[in-house]
Nanobody, 117 residues
Framework: QVQLVESGGGLVQPGGSLRLSCAASGFTLASYAIAWFRQAPGKEREGVSCISSSGNDGITDNADSVKGRFTISRDNAKNTVYLQMNSLKPEDTGVYYC????????WGQGTQVTVSS
């Protein structure tokens, strides 16, 4: 089955860190640009970070709101993309999703990230 499954979310205090995982099945993740998105309560889903396919040197880009704090990376051997999130803020709270950037799959369930003291 072709799908992406997100994991790694949780409750963390402001200033803390989390690492999210996006595991692919049914296709080779390295061949695709992958993006992380988030949706805060009452807001639209927004793009957070993306990484190009391995064939395009794995170039990364981040939304201004997370630059310097979030890092996207991929482990092709594990068919997984990660999002390392540091210096978390309450406004980072939301459900985080991953998807193929140019040929998206149906959205998964995402993983909840809550930043609160």
């Amino acid at each position: 089955q072709v799908q992406l499954v997100e994991s790694g979310g949780g409750l963390v205090q402001p200033g803390g860190s989390l690492r999210l995982s996006c595991a692919a099945s049914g296709f080779t993740l390295a061949s695709y640009a992958i993006a992380w998105f988030r949706q805060a309560p009452g807001k639209e889903r927004e793009g957070v970070s993306c990484i190009s396919s391995s064939g395009n040197d794995g170039i990364t880009d981040n939304a201004d709101s997370v630059k310097g704090r979030f890092t996207i990376s991929r482990d092709n051997a594990k068919n997984t993309v990660y999002l390392q999130m540091n210096s978390l803020k309450p406004e980072d709270t939301g459900v985080y999703y991953c998807n193929r950037a140019n040929s998206p799959l149906p959205w998964g369930q995402g993983t909840q990230v809550t930043v609160s003291s």
